[in-house]
């Protein structure tokens, strides 16, 4: 059974850096096969994208975070990481992990990690 837990969220000052991860179990070799993506969902908002990295290692950005925030996979941890700097109140939202095999109905979802920005 696939799980996605992501951790590292927490409260920080505007201005500073959080790293969050996500680490999946149940892919095994298969990890390579699946987009990666980091959504955010803020109180009274939709949830939206705010980085993705795919099977190839293409990665991609909204512009609300381009040049702030960094996605990257490790193969052998089988883990996804998001290191975000430079953050503000704005980016103070839920953040999940999605993971989706391209060309199947495969898609799953962390629980969340509550990041909180102070101003």
């Known amino acids: 059974q696939v799980q996605l837990v992501e951790s590292g969220g927490g409260l920080v000052q505007s201005g500073g850096s959080l790293r969050l991860s996500c680490a999946t179990s149940?892919?095994?070799?298969?990890?390579?096969?699946?987009?990666m993506k980091w959504y955010r969902q803020a109180p009274g908002k939709q949830r939206e994208l705010v980085a993705g990295?795919?099977?190839?290692?293409?990665?991609n950005y909204p512009d609300s975070v381009k040049g702030r925030f960094t996605i990257s996979r490790d193969f052998g941890k089988t883990t996804v990481y998001l290191q975000m700097n430079s953050l503000n109140a704005e980016d103070t939202a839920v953040y999940y992990c999605?993971?989706?095999?391209?060309?199947?109905?495969?898609?799953?979802w962390g629980q969340g990690t509550q990041v909180t920005v102070a101003s």
């Open positions: 999605n993971a989706r095999r391209p060309g199947t109905n495969n898609e799953y």
């Open positions: 149940g892919m095994g070799i298969f990890f390579s096969t699946y987009d």
């Open positions: 990295i795919s099977t190839g290692g293409s990665t």
